[in-house]
């Protein structure tokens, strides 16, 4: 017998990073692939104390099913870590705790596409939201960056353009700060022009954060949520790269009409995230940790990114460029024109390293020549041995197409 | 600004259960509504032994990001503990951790049923799978339940009818033993039944089996994964009921094209379930705490089940019928046609006892004098007074009618 299967996910198309994911623990390979956080920065001993405490104070409450919408402490400390880090004031019913910020994307994108309906994207984006964004059958328009992020001129164009042909997009993407995959920051300007079309054609924005925190360099530029209470913003959050990715906590910030949608599909979706996960993140939050582990991570970061800026000084060719971010998990390599970074990525692995290639990130499957490179999960010394490797693969892969 | 909303929530109701859940902790009010284990069987000494192994042992792995189809191990542990209780025959390939099993059915729904596909479901059925299936747009034929089970002769003449419309079912879906809500299970002939009408007209099996180790009485009947090696089933496990609910572990079983599929979806919808969750489940697995865990909570529930039922004797009208489970957490009672339990429960929470609404599991809205009622949640002495004012409640409602 053979299922017959939806029509549902014929867009999607398996990550490569969750592919990738095997030779992140092998020996000896050096993984410049997943966007994982770097276990030395794990709180370790504090979420083994917290866990301990949870169990005894809380123990069959957190065993237990909880609300759909989030452990009610913990959006309340939710509430207050966006206030003090991000200058967002909301409030709890505007909080809806999510099983990863991944949930939050799926969820966006199922609440507001209908299946052919137009958002827009950054051009690169995140995979993980291309991936959500296909299984409800979005129509991404993507829209190039440069060093200031999102060129805000030409998302105008193209919004003008499908408001003509009566396809208003549903949404606006953007993960304006350490952007994933270009680790670039959205300037002040390109955010205030955003908001600006948001208002004007009437289309909602989405901002994505999950990096804000890690910031090496530079000063921190206020959020789409911060700089207009009027603006609609929906804010997604994640515990994943400050406290550690492996309890799957995650929120989304909207407005309450929005959040009750998030909660009627969720209870369609998983009930509810983990109760014990969210009793943890509440009382990482409550207890500051968060406050002690932030500066050990930008420490260790900031390092293993000047690492990679180095070592793609020393052995990149010429005609290589790449973005330096002021914070984040990646950087955004491009090398020669004539090099496809999905048929080198197998040439790659061969040798140990891994990175994603560029079309992952790419709705208009545009990003053949480049690379996302993630700094935080290696050492330094394999930071410095692994782009050294991929330097001399693009060298010897454009050596013979020069002398063609 | 106003957000434009997809349809695809449409059919979607808010789930009572959930808006009971607040009830169920509140002090001197009795909970016969969700489907909560007894915080007393959760294995609290142990989970807190494997908490702090994990971390100590498996830290830096646990809270990292894992696997779309889960911890190798614990499939590995999931497969030799379906064949061990069930005798289901499976192997790591055939299996995916899910976030819940609730997850398994919102995955199902998605990857078989475009909108408008026809699926068959038992009438009452359990209310997540309503909703699941709501979220996708499925267009649910319900059939009746008498106390062998699912009536499979009107599926049969169901999928016939459907089958000449050119609507072949996307799948049936089964909670064959302890079923939700009715605590009914299916005979062995009708499960035979069941298996020659999925060969015979080409529809896959789904079976739910989230109670199948809280047997209280009466003997074990083969799962329909079990039943026969050649019949197309996919099988959806949970550890809410045996271990705990709060950590949001649920598996899916089935022929490995489905459970790619599974996959590609689950990298879509929350990338991986939390492997610290995960972790522990192997752990409760591998250490074999779920065989400690399993006699004590059937001890524990047995006595439940055996209280309300006698509550239930004697507290409930004449003209009042319920099932008599072997296992399970939930009993079906139907009272006087002439009420419409979902009105009687503002009533019924007024005097603080709370059930589930008959229509809140049904499909055809066919239930409304049907109430679900819970017996694991509540201590003995409130399943009396708790079954008593109901009984009183039932009692008043009809006496005016009967002297209309």
Redesign the interface.
């Known amino acids: 017998?053979q299922?017959?299967?939806?029509?549902?996910?014929k867009n999607?198309r398996?990550?490569e990073i969750?592919e990738l994911?095997?030779y992140a623990?092998a020996k000896d390979f050096i993984s410049f692939g997943?966007g994982?956080?770097n276990?030395l920065t794990?709180p370790?001993d504090d979420?083994?104390e917290i866990?301990?405490d949870v169990?005894s104070q809380y123990?069959?409450?957190?065993?237990?099913?909880?609300?759909?919408g989030g452990l009610n402490d913990l959006r309340t400390e939710i509430k207050n870590l966006v206030l003090e880090t991000e200058k967002i004031k909301t409030s709890e019913q505007n909080i809806i705790v999510t099983?990863?910020s991944?949930?939050g994307l799926?969820e966006l994108a199922?609440?507001?596409?209908?299946p052919g309906?137009a958002v827009i994207t950054e051009e690169p984006t995140y995979v993980?939201a291309i991936?959500?964004f296909?299984?409800?059958k979005a129509d991404m328009h993507s829209i190039s960056i440069d060093n200031e992020g999102m060129r805000t001129d030409v998302a105008e164009t193209e919004i003008k353009k499908l408001i003509s042909e009566g396809r208003?997009p549903?949404f606006i993407y953007t993960i304006p700060t350490f952007q994933n995959p270009t680790g670039i920051t959205m300037s002040l300007e390109r955010r205030k022009h955003l908001i600006e079309i948001?208002?004007q054609f009437?289309v909602?924005l989405v901002e994505d954060n999950p990096y804000g925190e890690l910031r090496y360099s530079g000063g921190r530029i206020p959020m789409l949520s911060a700089l207009d209470k009027d603006a609609?913003v929906v804010y997604l959050g994640t515990f994943?790269k400050v406290m550690?990715?492996?309890?799957?906590m995650g929120y989304t910030i909207g407005?309450e009409?929005?959040v009750g949608?998030f909660n009627?599909?969720k209870?369609?979706?998983?009930?509810?995230?983990?109760?014990?996960?969210q009793y943890v993140a509440w009382q990482y939050l409550k207890r500051g940790i968060i406050k002690k582990q932030i500066p050990k991570s930008i420490d260790l970061y900031r390092k293993k990114r000047d690492a990679m800026l180095k070592a793609l000084d020393e052995y990149f060719p010429e005609n290589s460029s790449w973005s330096k971010p002021d914070g984040g998990m990646f950087l955004w390599a491009t090398v020669d024109s004539r090099i496809n970074t999905t048929d080198m990525l197998k040439d790659a692995i061969q040798e140990g390293v891994a990175y994603v290639s560029g079309n992952a990130f790419s709705p208009a499957r545009s990003q053949a020549n480049s690379m996302r490179l993630n700094f935080t999960f290696s050492e330094e010394n394999q930071i410095y041995r692994g782009i050294e490797k991929l330097g001399n693969l693009v060298q010897k892969k454009v050596g013979p197409l020069q002398s063609n």
Chains 1, 2 share one sequence.
């Open positions: 017998m299922f017959r299967f939806s029509d549902s996910l999607l398996p990550s969750r994911l095997k623990s997943g994982m956080p276990p794990f370790m979420i083994r866990m301990d169990l123990g069959s409450l957190a065993l237990q099913y909880g609300n759909t099983s990863g991944q949930q799926y199922k609440v507001l596409v209908n309906d993980g991936s959500a296909d299984a409800n208003r549903k948001s208002k009437d909602p609609s994943s550690c990715p492996g309890l799957r407005p009409e929005f949608k009627l599909l209870q369609a979706l998983d009930l509810s995230s983990s109760t014990f996960s």
